[in-house]
């Protein structure tokens, strides 16, 4: 199993940045997908989640109404559109799939499968 991010970069405080995750080796679309970030010196965080057929989608409250996540199950791709970028959305973005969320889609441990991370940068 494969999950390949990219899509980080440097950008300008209020600018945008579009992440995807290319995974391979694992039948997608019966994983339920999300983004985690981990700032310098910080914890690792939840971002967004995003369901197997894509119906239902969540949010950490901080990037809410700036990102959207979506997938792409023919492409086995899930994407991360981070609009209205702030200097403390600078982190090392994270995607990771899995199956069974007894403890809820914001808890790390849910996830089977993560990828290398992208790093994003945010000047001000």
């Known amino acids: 199993v494969q999950l390949q991010a990219f899509g980080g970069g440097l950008v300008q405080a209020g600018g945008s940045l579009r992440l995807s995750c290319a995974a391979s080796?694992?039948?997608?679309?019966?994983?339920?997908m999300g983004w985690f970030r981990q700032a310098p010196g910080k914890e690792s965080e939840f971002v967004a989640a995003?369901?197997?057929?894509?119906?239902?989608?969540l949010y950490a409250g901080s990037v809410k109404g700036r990102f959207t996540i979506s997938r792409d199950n023919a492409k086995n791709t899930v994407y991360l559109q981070m609009n209205s970028l702030k200097p403390e959305d600078t982190a090392v973005y994270y995607c990771?799939?899995?199956?069974?969320?007894?403890?809820?889609?914001?808890?790390?441990?849910?996830?089977?499968?993560w990828g290398q991370g992208t790093l994003v940068t945010v000047s001000s």
């Open positions: 990771a799939a899995g199956r069974y969320f007894s403890k809820g889609f914001s808890v790390a441990g849910n996830y089977n499968y």
């Open positions: 080796g694992l039948a997608f679309s019966t994983y339920s």
């Open positions: 995003i369901t197997r057929s894509g119906s239902m989608t």
